[in-house]
């Protein structure tokens, strides 16, 4: 199967999946910057703060929705394999949520296709409120969309696919990420797209979120 039915065949779950949820539907923006930091060859730092605002609910208002401030250590273990540790500080509403998460990632290069795998474990901590706990699996595929790889001013195309599953709930959560990527230097590249989001898949209480997302990535 090429790259571009693997696309079309994205798009139309997606499409399918819109179709089928039409309660609790919520729009919004994610913008998200990302600092990185190489400590040596195989230690990095990553810090990130994004924000939710929501503009469009069923009361129809403009409200925002929250803040992620995080931290993240990557070590890399081999030419294509990492493991992450981290620390997320959200802040929504009069609320303060701590997470703590660990990854697994690798990735598969092929002749012009980059696709990497993500498998997480995270850990919710709230004050009056019990430790939760999800875990998550991300697929996603990169391509240039000019030669076999992504150089200085091109653009390239990054489609995603992730499973959510958390145990206190006891659902999934399904998300479907197209993005439009362009790397201005060595040093900065920004993606934009869609994060589409259903959560309630298994116990039918669906929610359906949609967010235009814009990552700006830079490293020091």
């Not at 179709?19 to 730092?45: E, M, R, Y």
């Not at 009361?59 to 401030?69: K, P, T, W, Y």
Request: proline share 1%; charged share 25%.
């Amino acid at each position: 199967m090429n790259f571009k039915a693997k696309v079309l065949i994205l798009l139309v779950s997606f499409f399918c999946l819109k179709t089928k949820s039409q309660s609790n539907f919520d729009a919004g923006l994610l913008p998200k910057i990302v600092l990185s930091k190489k400590i040596d060859d195989k230690l990095k730092w990553v810090h990130s703060i994004e924000s939710r605002a929501v503009v469009y609910d069923d009361e129809l208002q403009l409200s925002h929705n929250l803040v992620d401030a995080s931290s993240i250590l990557s070590l890399k273990t081999s030419l294509n394999q990492s493991f992450n540790f981290g620390y997320i500080l959200r802040f929504r509403d009069s609320d303060i949520i701590h997470r703590t998460f660990q990854h697994y990632n690798f990735v598969n290069q092929l002749t012009a296709i980059k696709v990497g795998h993500r498998f997480a474990f995270e850990q919710f901590y709230q004050s009056k409120k019990q430790t939760t706990f999800r875990t998550r699996y991300r697929v996603s595929a990169e391509k240039a969309l000019n030669g076999e790889k992504v150089d200085v001013k091109e653009f390239y195309l990054k489609l995603g696919n992730e499973y959510l599953y958390d145990f206190e709930e006891k659902d999934l959560e399904i998300r479907l990420t197209p993005y439009l990527g362009y790397k201005a230097s060595e040093k900065d590249r920004i993606e934009f797209g869609l994060d589409y989001r259903l959560g309630g898949f298994i116990n039918n209480i669906t929610e359906n979120n949609l967010w235009f997302r814009v990552t700006w990535y830079y490293e020091l």
